[in-house]
């Protein structure tokens, strides 16, 4: 089982580890989860496509929403193509990416237990899911309905 997560908007201000350079809840969360619950895990960004949490990035100010049409079209042709270079097809994605990051999966079996949900909604599922995680009541991914 693979994991994706979505960047975030709260970012360091100098270059490092992508794992290390979102500074937001629910990138925090999320990554807890995945660790925890996959065997590795990218995470994608409006800026850079596809990451391993290990990448040394820079700082940079681009949200996918802030991208043109076509722009996110080249984005999701892009990061999908990498993916497939990096995940075997016949893998099955956990994904707690949002939607318009998913997007770039379409050629996976993706399961993605927050889809549709807004940003109240996933924050909420996230500290439920965080705190299951330390008490020891989440060890993979059949406990994340």
Do not use: H
């Not at 097809?89 to 990051?101: D, F, G, M, Q």
């Not at 237990?113 to 330390?134: D, E, V």
Request: with cysteine.
């Amino acid at each position: 089982m693979i994991g994706i997560i979505g960047c975030g908007l709260k970012k360091q201000i100098k270059k490092c580890r992508a794992e290390d350079m979102y500074l937001g809840s629910i990138f925090k969360m999320s990554t807890s989860i995945i660790k925890k619950t996959t065997e590795r895990y990218f995470i994608l960004s409006a800026k850079y496509g596809v990451l391993n949490p290990s990448d040394i990035i820079e700082p940079y100010d681009l949200k996918i929403t802030d991208l043109k049409i076509e722009q996110y079209r080249r984005w999701i042709f892009q990061t999908s193509k990498r993916l497939q270079q990096l995940i075997d097809k016949n893998e099955t994605i956990y994904s707690l990416a949002p939607e318009r990051y998913n997007n770039a999966l379409y050629q996976f079996n993706v399961y993605a237990p927050m889809a549709g949900m807004r940003i109240g909604y996933r924050n909420s599922w996230l500290r439920k899911k965080t705190r299951q995680l330390a008490r020891g009541n989440l060890n993979c991914i059949a406990d994340i309905e």
